[in-house]
């Protein structure tokens, strides 16, 4: 199994990245997926979640309106559109895949944003 991100990097605030997360290893379409960041000294935080068939999305209040999930399930590939990038969204990105009867569960190495001036 392997999940790897690409994308991050160094922006300036109010600037934009594009993360993505490619897959493979595991059958994709039946896996919830999530992006989740941490920052040192702190546990990993939920970012954003899509739902297997991608119909559902749900958002961290301190991302909602500014970051949008998305995933093609040809290409077993999941995105974060990070929007209006701020200091406090600097943190190590995770992408992670759950499923959502069996609890198995897949993590990325991590990816890292940093929004400074």
């Known amino acids: 199994v392997q999940l790897v991100e690409s994308g991050g990097g160094l922006v300036q605030p109010g600037g934009s990245l594009r993360l993505s997360c490619g897959t493979s290893g595991f059958t994709f379409r039946w896996f919830a997926m999530n992006w989740y960041r941490q920052t040192p000294g702190k546990g990993r935080e939920l970012v954003a979640a899509?739902?297997?068939?991608?119909?559902?999305?749900n958002y961290a209040d301190s991302v909602t309106g500014r970051f949008t999930i998305s995933r093609d399930n040809a290409k077993n590939t999941v995105s974060l559109q990070m929007n209006s990038l701020k200091p406090e969204d600097t943190a190590v990105y995770y992408c992670n895949a759950k499923h959502a009867i069996l609890q198995t569960e897949y993590w990325g190495q991590g990816t890292q944003v940093t929004v400074s001036s």
């Open positions: 899509i739902s297997s068939g991608g119909g559902s999305t």
